[in-house]
């Protein structure tokens, strides 16, 4: 019966002049209607981070292999300057049997000397290479897997020469020379 009279009181305690809604001012017409909120700025895509390494099957003229091996040439003999690591072209592929890359002298000449540097499956040929100075750049439509075709381009004629070294198994050789 207590808890009854208690929740009489506490009804009759709230009487209409106490209603929140009775406070509220209502809206007018001349009052401008409320702006809708922003939308939300559109989720930010960031593209998946791939943790592939990159493929050693393919040609890399900037593999660590060249400049180590460059580092190590015998200087240039007309110049007696070391050799730029930074190839003017190649195909050196790690995975080939046989795959260059041309160099020149490190020297501010006007024709600085060029050479091909030769590599077995990207491990630098250092002995039993025919000589391989004066190309300047690497026939991609004759070379093979196995087989490298190295130009040398003549300013005097404008005509190619193009000089063909395969991996017979154990080693270099010659084996075509057309131009």
Known sequence: MVAAAAAIGVLTACGSGDSTVA??????????????S?????????PPTTSEPADP???????????QTVSELPKDPRSQ??????PIAGNYNECAQLSAVIIKANTNADNPNTRAVLFHLGKFIPTGVPDT????GVDSAQSTGDTVALKYASGITGLDSVVKFR??????????NTG
Not at 57 to 67: F, G, M, W, Y
């Open 23 to 36: 406070k509220t001012p209502e809206a007018t017409a001349s009052s401008p209607a409320p702006s809708p």
């Open 38 to 46: 922003p939308a939300p700025p559109p989720p930010v895509s960031v």
């Open 57 to 67: 099957c393919a040609v890399n003229l900037a593999a660590p292999a060249i400049a």
């Open 81 to 86: 300057q070391g050799w730029n690591p930074e």
């Open 133 to 136: 100075f004066g190309f300047n």
């Open 167 to 176: 991996w017979n198994g154990i080693g270099v050789e010659l084996i075509g």
